[in-house]
């Protein structure tokens, strides 16, 4: 287990734990570097070290009690939190008061959630990451459709839900949600919708939020059409500078994937690659973009000739950096993989582009360099 922090004198916290190899369920030994008893916490990541659920539990068990009296010895001070939802709703309910950021992954129980909106009003960031084989989603919806007014003051909000099934209905609470605030600066949302239509209720409201300025959605199969481009367009506000796309694809197609990226596909022609270039150009702040599909890399060229302000471009799981000089551009070196799968703000050079790409898994394998 380990969990990492910050505090007032803004150097990291870390805290190890770890097991004998022998025997998985006892402690070996657990250290604090520096001394907790000498900081003010305002910061703190609570990560398992492994991550299928059966095992997580497992493992938490065993940290239950210090990570409880862990939190307790931050009353006051804790401002950012990242945690698996069982272990939150396990914390003392004072630390919530001052929370500003909060992320709770493997999310297997959201019913309750109405304590976040009792407890956690000054709340400004709220991700929320749903595991594809839980079903916390529904309760999750059904908190939002109850409470669209609730923490007006987000800056920042993150959901991710790989259920396999997203209904209209679901689609349109979180678009009154969403609508509701009006100080959302960065929306990322991660699900798997079958049209463009049953998005409807979401793109409808993305113009009516004055201060959004960093988007990520997934969109399915049907809107690599090009009539549908100049719907999304519309849809994008103006003022975007960061833009993260993950086409999704009719798994019941029976299309073959190297023939279907944005740039090789029948429904992806010569027309649908203008049509491309003309959504990218709509957007004449857009200094960042990433798009995930199953092809290769031409869109690269397209969207960063067409984009004149992009400084980063990712493609699945290559990024570039990108200079500009006069009319011409020039794309930096392919990140490695390390850099790809452990990046630093610095690497993105903007906190909203690193946070809008979080969650999202480029690799199917750890292979780094």
Same mark, same amino acid.
């Given at each position: 287990?380990?969990?990492?922090?910050?505090?007032?004198? #803004?150097?990291? +916290?870390?805290?190890?734990?770890?097991?004998? /190899?022998?025997?998985?369920?006892?402690?070996?030994?657990?250290?604090?570097?520096?001394?907790?008893?000498?900081?003010?916490?305002?910061?703190? %990541?609570?990560?398992?070290?492994?991550?299928?659920?059966?095992?997580?539990?497992?493992?938490?068990?065993?940290?239950?009690?210090?990570?409880?009296?862990?939190?307790?010895?931050?009353?006051?001070?804790?401002?950012?939190?990242?945690?698996?939802?069982?272990?939150?709703?396990?914390?003392?309910?004072?630390?919530?008061?001052?929370?500003?950021?909060? %992320?709770?992954?493997?999310?297997?129980?959201?019913?309750?959630?109405?304590?976040?909106?009792?407890?956690?009003?000054?709340?400004?960031?709220?991700?929320?990451?749903?595991?594809?084989?839980?079903?916390?989603?529904?309760?999750?919806?059904?908190?939002?459709?109850?409470?669209?007014?609730?923490?007006?003051?987000?800056?920042?909000?993150?959901?991710?839900?790989?259920?396999?099934?997203?209904?209209?209905?679901?689609?349109?609470?979180?678009? #009154?949600?969403?609508?509701?605030?009006?100080?959302?600066?960065?929306?990322?949302?991660?699900?798997?919708?079958?049209?463009?239509?049953?998005?409807?209720?979401?793109?409808?409201?993305?113009?009516?939020?004055?201060?959004?300025?960093?988007?990520?959605?997934?969109?399915?199969?049907?809107?690599?059409?090009?009539?549908?481009?100049?719907?999304?367009?519309?849809?994008?506000?103006?003022?975007?500078?960061?833009?993260?796309?993950?086409?999704?694809?009719?798994?019941?197609?029976?299309?073959?994937?190297?023939?279907?990226?944005?740039?090789?596909?029948?429904?992806?022609?010569?027309?649908?690659?203008?049509?491309?270039?003309?959504?990218?150009? %709509?957007?004449? #702040?857009?200094?960042?973009?990433? &798009?995930?599909?199953?092809?290769?890399?031409?869109?690269?060229?397209? +969207?960063?000739?067409?984009?004149?302000?992009?400084?980063? &471009?990712?493609?699945?799981?290559?990024? /570039?950096?990108?200079?500009?000089?006069?009319?011409?551009?020039?794309?930096?070196?392919?990140?490695?993989?390390?850099? &790809?799968?452990?990046?630093?703000?610095?690497?993105?050079?903007?906190?909203?582009?690193?946070?809008?790409?979080?969650?999202?898994?480029?690799?199917?394998?750890?292979?780094?360099?």
């Amino acid at each position: 287990m380990l969990l990492s922090g910050s505090h007032s004198r #803004k150097e990291p +916290l870390y805290v190890f734990c770890r097991h004998t /190899h022998s025997w998985p369920h006892r402690i070996n030994y657990c250290f604090v570097y520096p001394p907790l008893t000498a900081l003010s916490i305002k910061a703190l %990541s609570f990560y398992p070290l492994l991550y299928d659920q059966e095992t997580m539990e497992e493992e938490y068990s065993n940290f239950r009690a210090p990570l409880r009296s862990l939190l307790e010895g931050l009353r006051g001070s804790l401002t950012q939190l990242t945690i698996s939802s069982q272990a939150l709703w396990e914390s003392p309910i004072h630390i919530l008061q001052g929370l500003e950021q909060l %992320s709770i992954y493997s999310a297997t129980n959201l019913s309750n959630i109405t304590l976040l909106l009792h407890h956690c009003a000054r709340l400004k960031c709220l991700s929320i990451h749903i595991d594809p084989d839980l079903a916390a989603a529904p309760e999750l919806y059904d908190v939002l459709a109850a409470h669209p007014t609730a923490w007006p003051n987000l800056t920042r909000f993150k959901l991710h839900t790989a259920e396999s099934l997203v209904t209209y209905g679901a689609v349109e609470t979180l678009a #009154k949600f969403v609508g509701e605030k009006k100080k959302l600066r960065c929306l990322d949302y991660s699900s798997h919708c079958h049209s463009v239509a049953e998005l409807q209720p979401l793109l409808s409201v993305l113009r009516s939020l004055p201060c959004l300025e960093v988007l990520g959605l997934d969109l399915p199969y049907e809107a690599m059409a090009p009539e549908l481009h100049q719907h999304l367009r519309h849809a994008f506000p103006e003022a975007l500078t960061a833009l993260r796309l993950n086409f999704k694809y009719d798994d019941g197609e029976d299309i073959e994937l190297e023939d279907f990226s944005l740039a090789r596909n029948p429904h992806c022609s010569t027309r649908s690659r203008l049509t491309f270039a003309s959504q990218w150009a %709509s957007l004449p #702040k857009l200094a960042f973009a990433h &798009v995930s599909d199953s092809g290769d890399n031409p869109l690269v060229s397209d +969207l960063v000739s067409h984009a004149e302000r992009l400084q980063l &471009v990712g493609h699945s799981f290559r990024y /570039h950096d990108v200079r500009h000089l006069d009319d011409e551009f020039e794309l930096g070196l392919c990140w490695s993989g390390t850099k &790809v799968q452990f990046p630093t703000v610095d690497d993105f050079g903007d906190a909203d582009w690193m946070w809008l790409m979080e969650g999202h898994t480029l690799f199917d394998v750890f292979t780094y360099h």
